[in-house]
């Protein structure tokens, strides 16, 4: 691989492990678009995988008022906010970071929690030192697995795929990278992530942070 590289980390799942309840979180929007949407389309989406930004979506689209999904906007930063309150961090993470920064490799941020939620977590758990670019679900059209954010890093650095890899622990983060067309590695013991539509390849898998020092 290249001298320098352009290193982009998931935030949740991958560098800090939030006790977010997602599964509630995805039940409780669903139920609010019980009320808007018609009875097939609501066993549709409750019958397939929907991320919660997809959800959102559906709940966007259908409230005339705005209300609604300003309370459900409400109700993901409160449970997104208590799931950080009680995070973890790995041992191996701050020294991991530390050695890449040695190395001069760039290391970035590409989540799809808000930027609240995000400089929150940096804050709290001392991360913020380490990264010199952080793109949120706040500044980006499309978040992923669109891959917008990881091509606008890419672009800022000026740097090209083939220096780029993207480290993240979920099927979003690897259709991201796919769709990017970088290299992604999975963060985790099952595997490459599996997806509602298919299982999602990656570039290869790390058992815990420390292992990208061994592949860059």
Known sequence: ??????????????????NIDYE???IELRSVLK??????????????????LELIDFIEKN???????????????NQELKGY???????????????????????TILTNNSRKLTDFGLEKYGLSKYFVYVLTRDEVRNPKPDPEGLLKTIEHFNKNKEETIFIGDSWLDAETAINA??????????GAPGTRKRVTPSTGLIEKISAILSII
């Open 85 to 107: 309150e009680t995070a973890t961090i790995e041992d191996d993470v701050y020294p991991t970071l530390e050695k890449l920064q040695e190395l001069n490799h760039i290391i």
């Open 1 to 18: 691989m290249a001298s320098q590289l352009l290193i982009i980390f998931d935030l949740d799942g991958t560098l800090i492990k939030s």
């Open 24 to 26: 509630g979180m995805r």
């Open 181 to 190: 067309g970088i290299k992604f590695y999975y963060l985790g013991n099952d």
């Open 35 to 52: 009320n808007f949407v018609s009875t097939e389309e609501f066993e549709q989406i409750s019958s397939s995988y929907r991320s919660i």
């Open 63 to 77: 409230d005339k008022t705005g209300d609604i999904l300003k309370d459900s906007w409400k109700f993901i930063e």
